[in-house]
């Protein structure tokens, strides 16, 4: 079964140092992969999304990137944080049938 | 532009009550329509989908929703809403397999005894 791995859970990180969060998917081959970021009251707002290794597509501009080193892994970083970059992050990957979710990761920036 | 809608932020409805949830999309084609429910601090759980075919889906939990093209809505429904069904409810759309799930921006349900 499909199974989708996203660390670490909790992260409180000082403004202007980097960012690091990584995503790995289990049980699927060449799966669509997505970084969101959720904000109180702001829905899930689209990162990036990445239709295959080395293709990133990004929605958002700004301080954050993404790359796909390997089919099923995603990673989100950033060089300088700050304090806007404050939230709730989700991977995810998905087929047409359905998206599947990893449990998020909140990142505090102070 | 595309989009999705979720016109309600929040929503309390008593328990034992009926709930209906409101989505509407915005895009030239017919999209492949989701609901997802998360709980706080929670990844999102798949509730249920609608491809093609009949417009009344059944999910799990007791919901459903129904596919009403000419509205460009798939709003979810409950007929009887339990405490344990407080949470943040989102609609989502994909286009086609190369173009991203797109989401709502959620409703937060609150159930009241």
């Known amino acids: 079964s499909q199974t989708i791995h996203q660390w670490p859970a909790t992260l409180v990180q000082p403004v202007g140092s980097p960012l690091s969060l990584e995503c790995t998917v289990e049980?699927?081959?060449?799966?669509?992969l997505y970084w969101y970021r959720q904000a109180a009251g702001r829905g899930l707002q689209l990162l990036f999304y990445?239709?295959?290794?080395?293709?990133i597509s990004s929605e958002v501009p700004q301080n954050l990137s993404a790359s796909r080193p390997q089919d099923r892994q995603f990673i989100l970083s950033s060089k300088k944080l700050l304090l806007s970059d404050s939230g709730f992050y989700l991977c995810?990957?998905?087929?047409?049938?359905?998206?599947?979710f990893g449990q998020g990761t909140r990142l505090t920036v102070v | 532009a595309q989009s999705v809608t979720q016109p309600d932020i929040h929503i309390t409805v008593s328990e034992g009550a009926s709930l209906e949830l409101r989505c509407n999309y915005s895009?030239?084609?017919?999209?492949?329509l989701f609901w997802y429910v998360q709980s706080p601090g929670q990844g999102l759980q798949l509730l249920l989908k609608y491809f093609s075919g009949d417009t009344l889906v059944q999910g799990i939990k007791g919901f459903e929703a129904e596919f009403k093209r000419s509205q460009s809505s798939f709003n979810l429904r409950k007929p009887s809403v339990h405490w344990s069904d407080a949470a943040e409810y989102f609609c989502a759309v994909v286009l086609s397999g190369n173009t991203p799930l797109v989401f709502g921006k959620g409703t937060r349900l609150s159930v009241i005894a």
């Open positions: 995810a990957w998905s087929g047409l049938s359905e998206a599947f």
């Open positions: 049980g699927t081959s060449n799966p669509n």
């Open positions: 895009y030239g084609a017919t999209p492949y």
């Open positions: 990445s239709v295959g290794i080395g293709q």
